[in-house]
T-cell receptor, first 117, second 109 residues
């Protein structure tokens, strides 16, 4: 079974430029997460989707970050414009989203390492 | 506030046993996860505890005490490939994962 797929794996851009990340979750997984991870830190949730609905985007900096999950499968995360402080690894994760339960395990993609110059 | 505490770094010897501790303070509690993360790679699931006690899975075991807000991950018969960061994460009352900063485990021959 294929895992969570993310692209690109690496991205280098200049500040003020836009950037987009793509994620394809594990087939059949209803819940999708976008995280940001800085070196030596744990992941920080940006947004969580249940199917195509964003159910938790309280930590998403909405002035420059946006996300979408059309048709409840693939998702894209966009930053426009990027700032120096946005340099980090952006992780996508998915979980089955079991009906009636929220303790299902999250499975992570390899991440996109963003460097903003 | 919500908080997860775990040591920043630990060193152990190949073949030995190591215990990585984690204490948590969350608004409500719906279980605790341990993940392994090799450098430059994604976190991978190791264990989930919601009831008190020890869960054993091969060389790895995880323990939970809900009354003490405490968990540990026990790694036996350490191998060089176990060198990684180990992340503790607690599920709060909103079913949001609160992550620790991770413990970097260094295995020496």
């Amino acid at each position: 079974e294929a895992g969570v797929v993310q692209s690109p794996r690496y991205k280098i851009i200049e500040k003020k430029q836009p950037v987009a990340f793509w994620c394809n979750p594990i087939s059949g997984h209803n819940t999708l997460y976008w995280y940001l991870q800085n070196l030596g830190q744990g992941p920080e949730l940006l947004i969580r989707y249940e199917n195509e609905e964003a159910v938790d985007d309280s930590q998403l900096p909405k002035d420059r970050f946006s996300a979408e999950r059309l048709k409840g499968v693939d998702s894209t995360l966009k930053i426009q414009p990027a700032e120096l402080g946005d340099s980090a690894v952006y992780l996508c994760a998915s979980s089955p989203g079991l009906a009636g339960g929220h303790t299902d395990t999250q499975y992570f993609g390899p991440g996109t390492r963003l460097t903003v110059l | 506030g919500q908080n997860i505490d775990q040591p920043t770094e630990m060193t152990a010897t190949e073949g030995a046993i190591v215990q990585i501790n984690c204490t948590y303070q969350t608004s409500g509690f719906n279980g605790l996860f341990w993940y392994q993360q090799h450098a430059g790679e994604a976190p991978t699931f190791l264990s989930y505890n919601v009831l008190d006690g020890l869960e054993e899975k091969g060389r790895f075991s995880s323990f939970l005490s809900r009354s003490k807000g405490y968990s540990y991950l026990l790694l036996k018969e350490l191998q060089m490939k176990d060198s990684a960061s180990y992340l503790c994460a607690a599920l709060d009352s909103n079913y949001q994962l609160i992550w620790g900063a991770g413990t970097k485990l260094i295995i020496k021959p």
